[in-house]
């Protein structure tokens, strides 16, 4: 069946660093996919999303390309803010969610 | 902010117990859905709604019922509740326009003492 496989944390990384975390899914064809931010005492947010082979999804500085020949979709932000300190989900359209990566950022 | 409420958003109770969990919205979206997140497994769906008096089970649907009698409710009961069910419940409306994206709610903290 589909899964999403995602890159163990928790992160921890200095202010203005560059960030990367893996995603990796197995699915049955090509199903949109999704990044979601989850900060402190909320539910999930859309990050963005991509909804077909070599699509980016961008937001807020992230960034994410559906890669299919990798089956990747890593999320990259090219300089962190204490401000992105969250837990970051990556997800397949049929509500399959990785386990989460926790990002702290340090002044 | 597509108008999704939980409630109680914290709750404690003890073995045995029967607990509801509340998951209301505003907007009339057709697909709703539970969710329970622990650490080490993200969220994982335990059962959704395609409609009034229609729903199925996903993947941890073991000790769970839900039910759906307006398009506004979506009900998530444990009839006995277990240590193992002590986790944050999250609520998701889907709004299936070409939009494909989930909203979610502020989650529900329950703990079976």
């Known amino acids: 069946g589909n899964s999403v496989t995602q890159m163990e944390g928790p992160v921890t990384l200095s202010e203005e660093a560059f960030l990367t975390i893996n995603c990796t899914y197995t699915?049955?064809?090509?199903?949109?996919l999704f990044w979601y931010v989850q900060y402190p005492g909320e539910g999930l947010q859309l990050l963005l999303k991509?909804?077909?082979?070599?699509d980016k999804g961008s937001n807020k500085g992230f960034e994410a390309t559906y890669r299919k020949e990798t089956t990747s979709f890593h999320l990259e932000k090219g300089s962190v803010q204490v401000s992105d300190s969250a837990v970051y989900f990556c997800?397949?359209?049929?509500?399959?969610f990785g386990a989460g990566t926790r990002l702290t950022v340090k002044p | 902010d597509a108008g999704i409420t939980q409630s109680p958003r914290h709750k404690v109770t003890e073995t045995g117990t029967p607990v509801t969990l509340r998951c209301h919205q505003t907007?009339?979206?057709?697909?709703m859905y539970w969710y329970r997140q622990d650490p080490g497994h993200g969220l994982r769906l335990i059962h959704y709604?395609?409609?009034?008096?229609?729903?199925d089970k996903g993947e941890v649907s073991d000790g769970y019922s839900v039910s759906r009698s307006k398009t506004e409710d979506f009900l998530l009961t444990l009839e006995s509740a277990t240590s193992s069910q002590t986790s944050v419940y999250f609520c998701?409306?889907?709004?299936?326009?070409?939009?494909?994206?989930?909203?979610f709610g502020p989650g529900t903290r329950l703990t079976v003492l």
């Open positions: 709604s395609y409609g009034v008096k229609d729903t």
């Open positions: 907007e009339n979206h057709r697909y």
């Open positions: 991509a909804t077909k082979a070599d």
């Open positions: 997800a397949l359209l049929d509500m399959r």
């Open positions: 699915a049955t064809g090509y199903p949109s």
């Open positions: 998701a409306i889907f709004t299936g326009t070409y939009e494909d994206t989930q909203y």
